[in-house]
């Protein structure tokens, strides 16, 4: 089995400061790790993704994800926040990478603020 | 190439109506996946069809959930009755069978999501 644990349900910076969205997960496998985007009335888009390689993962938007095993995180951090980063962002595990159901946690909301 | 799409964006019913929803997925992708979210809780997954088959429907709530992908290219998830709880957003997603790997991964790629709301 395998969960997901987003701290922060809203996140509020000022644009050009650090972005910082925490997520820990548990997993009984080594997993898969994910970051989903979702932009007003759009679907989720895939951020960046972490399968097994290389432990800092780099995604689209200048955002970036490091795998830390040791404390079960998969935090995603941009170090200057735009206005245009202003979303819904989901952490999400699955057990395998080819055809299997995803595990999310409960979002953060970015707020961006001038 | 046209992304996954969902019909329709907002569904407003009664209790006790019947709801379809329907999402198309993107072209030749057999994967296909149904995941709902209520309101402030985290995103759950519903079933997973490959092709026409069910490979997993462990996430659906009860027998008054349908899902159907006749031919294996659209599905449809049909409520009946509709209960309040089942007010949320429905997404849909597809992603490419086992020969269209890539680094192990199969990309899931989200449709808008059909918004319910039961009344």
């Known amino acids: 089995a395998q969960s997901v644990t987003q701290l922060g349900s809203h996140v509020s910076v000022s644009e050009g400061a650090l972005v910082l969205l925490r997520c820990n997960y548990s997993?009984?496998?080594?997993?898969?790790l994910f970051w989903y985007v979702q932009y007003p009335n759009q679907g989720l888009q895939l951020l960046l993704k972490?399968?097994?390689?290389?432990?800092l993962v780099k995604g689209i938007n200048g955002f970036e994800a490091e795998f830390k095993k040791s404390e079960t995180s998969f935090h995603l951090t941009k170090p200057s926040a735009h206005m245009s980063d202003a979303a819904e962002y989901f952490c999400?595990?699955?057990?395998?990478?080819?055809?299997?159901?995803?595990?999310f946690g409960t979002g953060t909301r970015l707020q961006v603020m001038l | 190439e046209a992304g996954v799409t969902q019909f329709p964006s907002h569904s407003v019913i009664e209790k006790g109506q019947t709801v379809t929803l329907r999402c198309d997925p993107i072209?030749?992708?057999?994967?296909l996946y149904w995941y709902r979210r209520v309101m402030g809780k985290e995103i759950k997954f519903l079933l997973h069809?490959?092709?026409?088959?069910?490979?997993?429907e462990s996430g659906m709530p009860n027998n008054r959930f349908l899902a159907e992908r006749t031919g294996g290219t659209y599905s449809t998830l049909k409520v009946q009755p509709a209960e309040l709880e089942d007010s949320g957003v429905y997404f849909c997603?597809?992603?490419?069978?086992?020969?269209?790997?890539?680094?192990?991964?199969?990309?899931?790629?989200f449709g808008p999501g059909t918004r319910l709301t039961v009344l």
């Open positions: 997603a597809s992603s490419q069978g086992i020969t269209g790997t890539s680094g192990g991964y199969n990309e899931q790629f």
């Open positions: 997993s009984s496998v080594p997993p898969y």
């Open positions: 972490y399968t097994s390689a290389a432990t």
């Open positions: 999400a595990v699955s057990l395998t990478g080819t055809a299997s159901k995803l595990t």
């Open positions: 072209s030749g992708h057999d994967n």
């Open positions: 069809f490959v092709k026409e088959s069910k490979q997993d």
